[in-house]
């Protein structure tokens, strides 16, 4: 697996079209969200994902999942890990050093 940090003048429309790639899965793709410094436990676990987005507006990373939208402010850092062309993992950095981390139990191709 190898990690890749995307620019931060590419996360918007990177996002745009890795939820394409969402909405084009047959099946729901089951996430857990952990951001260790924020909360100590795993705030999503098993949870139907139903978008990211990435507002440059507003300075906002969503992920929508089912009965929870999970809004990191002022990211820093947003890199994906990927394995033959899939994405298993965001890790995002927000404006206060925390790291969120998105798994995704199906990686994402």
């Not at 729901?28 to 924020?38: F, L, Q």
């Not at 999970?70 to 050093?97: F, W, Y």
Request: proline residues 6%.
């Amino acid at each position: 697996m190898a990690e890749k940090c995307i620019v931060p003048q590419e996360w918007e429309e990177y996002f745009n079209e890795f939820y394409k790639k969402i909405k084009k899965l047959d099946e729901k793709v089951e996430i857990e969200i952990e951001a260790p410094s924020v909360f100590e436990e795993e705030e999503a676990k098993g949870l139907p994902l139903l978008g990211v987005s990435y507002d440059p507006k507003d300075k906002v990373f969503s992920v929508m999942c089912e009965n929870l939208e999970h809004l990191i402010h002022k990211p820093q850092e947003i890199c994906v890990e990927e394995t033959e062309g899939a994405v298993s993992q965001i890790r995002i950095v927000d404006g206060t050093g925390a790291e969120h981390l998105i798994r995704f139990s199906n990686p994402v191709k």
